[in-house]
């Protein structure tokens, strides 16, 4: 894993892992069959593990059956789960309205209107400076 520059989180992610597959079977992982991991997944599950990290821990198995133990077969037989994506939440005009007057204060509603109009994050508005203002193509854009 250092050879593959691994981040330090990464490695730890996938010895956790590789640990939770250990204790599952009550036996070294490297002795696993095709059924054990499939009972492996059934089971992690049937225990509510979130999707992300049921995908991580495939990650983390298909490393070490692939580079590991040299057994690409069974890292052939871990299955991905596909992410359900939710949608956002869009506001209507009336619900965007009354978010941006919720304050009288211009100096807290431009970063708010900033914000909500440019999609930016709180941090990335945090970081604003007036020298970020393309205050020529607003002219412009006002003028036309």
Do not use: W
């Amino acid at each position: 894993m250092n050879m593959r520059r691994f981040s330090r989180e990464t490695q730890r992610n996938y010895l956790r892992d590789i640990g939770r597959l250990a204790t599952f079977l009550g036996r070294s992982p490297d002795t696993a069959t095709a059924d054990d991991l499939r009972r492996f997944q059934i089971k992690q599950q049937d225990d509510g593990v979130p999707v992300p990290t049921m995908n991580s821990i495939v990650s983390a198995l298909r490393f070490f059956f692939t580079h590991t133990v040299d057994r690409p077969d069974l890292a052939r037989k871990l299955v991905r789960l596909a992410h359900p994506r939710k949608l956002a939440v869009v506001l209507s005009r009336d619900e965007v309205a009354r978010l941006l007057n919720v304050t009288t204060c211009l100096k807290h509603q431009a970063p708010l209107s900033v914000a909500y109009g440019s999609g930016l994050r709180v941090a990335e508005v945090s970081t604003l400076k007036v020298a970020d203002v393309d205050s020529e193509r607003i002219a412009a854009f006002l003028s036309a």
